[in-house]
């Protein structure tokens, strides 16, 4: 059975802003690969906005935005698990057997962990991925799968959080803020761990012990940073349709691009 994720490390989605207009549609690119990897015409869509878990009318305005994108214009059937329905098994457990595709969105990542180790849900989640279901997200939604990330406090301030731990290694999504990438820069110095870097717009792919890189616009990247003999390198990973060993994320290799 393949284990299948994909993470996205931020991009608008057409929202409608709270000035009344509407935000850009940046991850077209990268939704076709997640709804293509189904290898159905008709996949099925379930949209989990536990990251916003603070507000059941967030998450069903959020899910409407990406009904527009999965259901209208990618033809899956979309249904929604809510943060409140995490409680009922029975709900649960029909959602996720149901769902080709499950999707987490953006927010508050430590929240969203909190309450899915509470109820009980990451080792749902976790049974899911290892049984083929695509497992995939955006911003909090991509990072909370990977053993740490630099996450954003209430006070703009950032931090380190411990996440899932599925893949071994350091993420940090919106790398192409520049007080997020310092941040993460000087973490990995003190932790010598190697990380990911993903900028908006941008997203890996990962099946198995496998990986590459996904962009959805020219200004987008991706890169592998570690610190070496005190220094810090950072290495491009190459957007390409080759799939490359994950192993190559984990170690020391740190040639000019992957």
Request: with cysteine.
């Amino acid at each position: 059975m393949k284990k299948i994720i994909v993470a996205i490390g931020g991009g608008e989605n057409g929202r409608i802003l709270d000035d009344g207009t509407k935000a850009p549609y940046d991850t077209e690119l990268i939704d076709r690969e997640i709804v293509k990897l189904t290898k159905k015409d008709n996949p099925n869509f379930l949209f989990i906005c536990h990251a916003m878990n603070f507000s059941e009318k967030i998450e069903k305005s959020y899910f409407e935005t990406m009904k527009k994108i999965y259901g209208d214009k990618l033809k899956c059937n979309c249904d929604i698990l809510q943060s409140n329905e995490l409680g009922n098994k029975n709900i649960v457990n029909k959602k996720i057997s149901w769902a080709d595709i499950i999707y987490e969105g953006g927010g508050d990542t430590e929240s969203m962990i909190k309450l899915w180790k509470k109820t009980k849900f990451d080792a749902v989640l976790k049974n899911a991925w290892k049984n083929g279901k695509i497992i995939c997200g955006i911003s909090a939604g991509a990072v909370c799968w990977f053993d740490s990330c630099i996450s954003e406090l209430s006070d703009g301030k950032y931090s380190n959080l411990q996440c899932l731990g599925w893949i071994n290694t350091h993420i940090t999504p919106h790398c192409n803020e520049s007080e997020r990438r310092k941040f993460a820069k000087k973490y990995l110095e003190s932790s010598d761990k190697k990380g990911i870097l993903l900028s908006n717009c941008s997203a890996i792919e990962i099946i198995n012990d496998k990986y590459k890189i996904l962009l959805s616009s020219e200004k987008a990247y991706c890169v592998k940073a570690s610190w070496k003999n005190k220094k810090y390198i950072q290495r491009k990973l190459c957007n390409t349709k080759i799939f490359k060993s994950i192993l190559n994320l984990l170690n020391n290799n740190m040639s000019r691009k992957e």
